[in-house]
């Protein structure tokens, strides 16, 4: 039976891991391929490193993370963050992302999304979507959830599979951070509108939210940064009790 | 010990040398037919389009050398489903070492399949000191159906060959190389293969 995805996800700046790290005995917490390795030898499924560098030439820094992080694990990574042509996706999966994931610059331009599919295929594409409930109804934010749009997250979501997205990343703005659970209705809903895996990310906090997010959102894969980095949740409690839940998971 | 990587422009295939690596070999990425049929081991990688990746082979002239190869040949996702007959994504003719066709999976069940599964009836050299069980990763939305050749299965709705083996020939639906531990060892039992 296919697994539930467990996916720390790891946010860049400069070649540097971001967010603090202190639960790995690591001797870098910033290096993200030390952290990455140390995740991969402690249960993750997948990782998921989000660039958020200012500037386009320090991304470029980027492409040679990507080879170092290949070189060392041996589980699947996703890598996104300012990526906006067929170039810019061929480098990263040449030094070995597996997938690429891309957000604003699918919505400026849907068509990305076709010719990324055609030229790699759909299972290296995975549409992000950050969106925020407002008046009942759920709208696709841009530039890390900073600009509203009047894109609906389900008509957005449809259109990105029919383009041929091969998974869809949902980050619910309202309950980011507030590790208040997931947006498991939203979630549902979105399981039930487009036939592509969907990743749930934002609200993590406790084990029983992932199960949540498994159980009533119908998520294929939960990603969490913070309650990862921080030791609040091991990944590996986190998968023997979700196991102990009848949830499908690799242990 | 050579290893030859084909190169026909399909996909990831940084993971594969580098996982090659890690078991403390070397994969060399190569198009030159005479590189290929010397080889002590043959890797056919290849994600993304059936019909794009034969197209590929085609024009390479590597597919009249894959057919001939004597040497160990492991087939990865897209590798393994070019061996068989025939494909459903985009009418493609494959090379027809496996005598199955490569079918669509119903759309019951999310499309690709995508993540780790388990791994079953395995009956193979490739799968020396692996137990029945163990989680592979995967990510497809074709599916090679059950024959005399399978050496492994996985069920996704439906029970389907993850693993094919016959003669020298063999292929495997996951990718061994972002398989964790367990796909390391499917990759040095295949390099350990003798015929």
């Known amino acids: 039976m296919i697994t539930k ?13 971001v967010k603090g790290v202190n639960f790995l005995d ?3 917490a910033g290096n993200p391929v030390e952290l990455a390795y140390a995740y991969s030898e402690n249960g993750a499924d ?6 958020i560098s200012a500037t386009e030439e320090k991304r470029k820094t980027l492409a040679d993370l990507v080879k170092e992080v290949a070189r060392e694990i041996n589980i699947p990574f996703t890598v996104g963050g300012g990526i906006s042509s067929i170039q810019d996706v061929e480098l990263l999966l040449k030094n070995g992302a597996d997938k690429v994931s891309i957000n604003s610059s699918a919505v ?5 999304i076709s010719d990324l599919a055609k030229t790699f295929g759909s299972q290296c594409v995975v549409v992000a979507i950050d969106a925020k409930e407002i008046n009942g109804l759920w709208k696709v934010h841009l530039v890390g959830g900073k600009l509203p749009t009047e894109l609906d997250l389900f008509d957005w979501a449809n259109e990105a599979c029919n383009l041929g997205a091969g998974e869809i990343l949902f980050t619910s703005m309202d309950n980011d951070g507030t590790k208040n659970g997931f947006a498991n209705d939203a979630l549902r809903q979105l399981s039930e509108t487009v036939n592509v895996p969907i990743i749930a990310s934002g609200g993590a906090g406790k084990i029983s939210d992932f199960r949540d997010a498994f159980t009533i959102g119908k998520a294929d894969a939960a990603l969490a940064a913070s309650v990862f980095h921080f030791g609040e949740i091991k990944i590996r409690d986190l998968k023997k009790e979700l196991a102990q839940n009848n949830i499908a998971i690799r242990l | 010990m050579k290893i030859a990587i084909i190169d026909y422009g399909a996909g990831n295939v940084k993971s594969v040398q580098f996982a090659l690596n890690r078991l403390g070999f070397e994969g060399i990425l190569s198009a030159d037919p005479a590189f290929i049929l010397n080889a002590d081991k043959v890797i056919f990688p290849g994600v993304g389009a059936a019909n794009a990746a034969m197209k590929k082979l085609r024009e390479s002239g590597l597919d009249q050398i894959i057919p001939i190869l004597k040497q160990p040949v492991l087939g990865i996702c897209l590798g393994m489903q070019l061996l068989c007959n025939y494909s459903e994504e985009g009418n493609t003719d494959g090379l027809g070492i496996f005598d199955v066709a490569v079918k669509k999976f119903p759309a019951d069940n999310k499309i690709p399949q995508m993540g780790w599964n388990t791994i ?7 799968f020396d000191g692996i137990s029945e ?3 592979v990763y995967l990510v497809h939305s074709f599916y090679a159906e059950k024959i005399e050749n399978t050496i492994a299965t996985t069920k996704y709705g439906l029970d389907y060959a993850s693993a094919l083996q016959k003669d020298n020939f063999f292929g495997v639906q996951f990718h061994p190389e972002k398989s964790g531990k367990t796909g390391e060892k499917i990759l040095g039992n295949f390099l350990k293969i003798e015929l």
């Open chain 2, 120 to 126: 079953h009836n395995l009956k193979s050299p490739l």
């Open chain 1, 5 to 17: 995805r467990i996916i720390p996800c790891l946010d860049i700046k400069d070649g540097r891991t």
């Open chain 1, 108 to 112: 400026k331009n849907p068509q990305l």
């Open chain 1, 46 to 51: 997948e990782l998921v490193f989000l660039d």
């Open chain 1, 26 to 28: 690591l001797r870098d």
């Open chain 2, 133 to 135: 069980n163990e989680y």
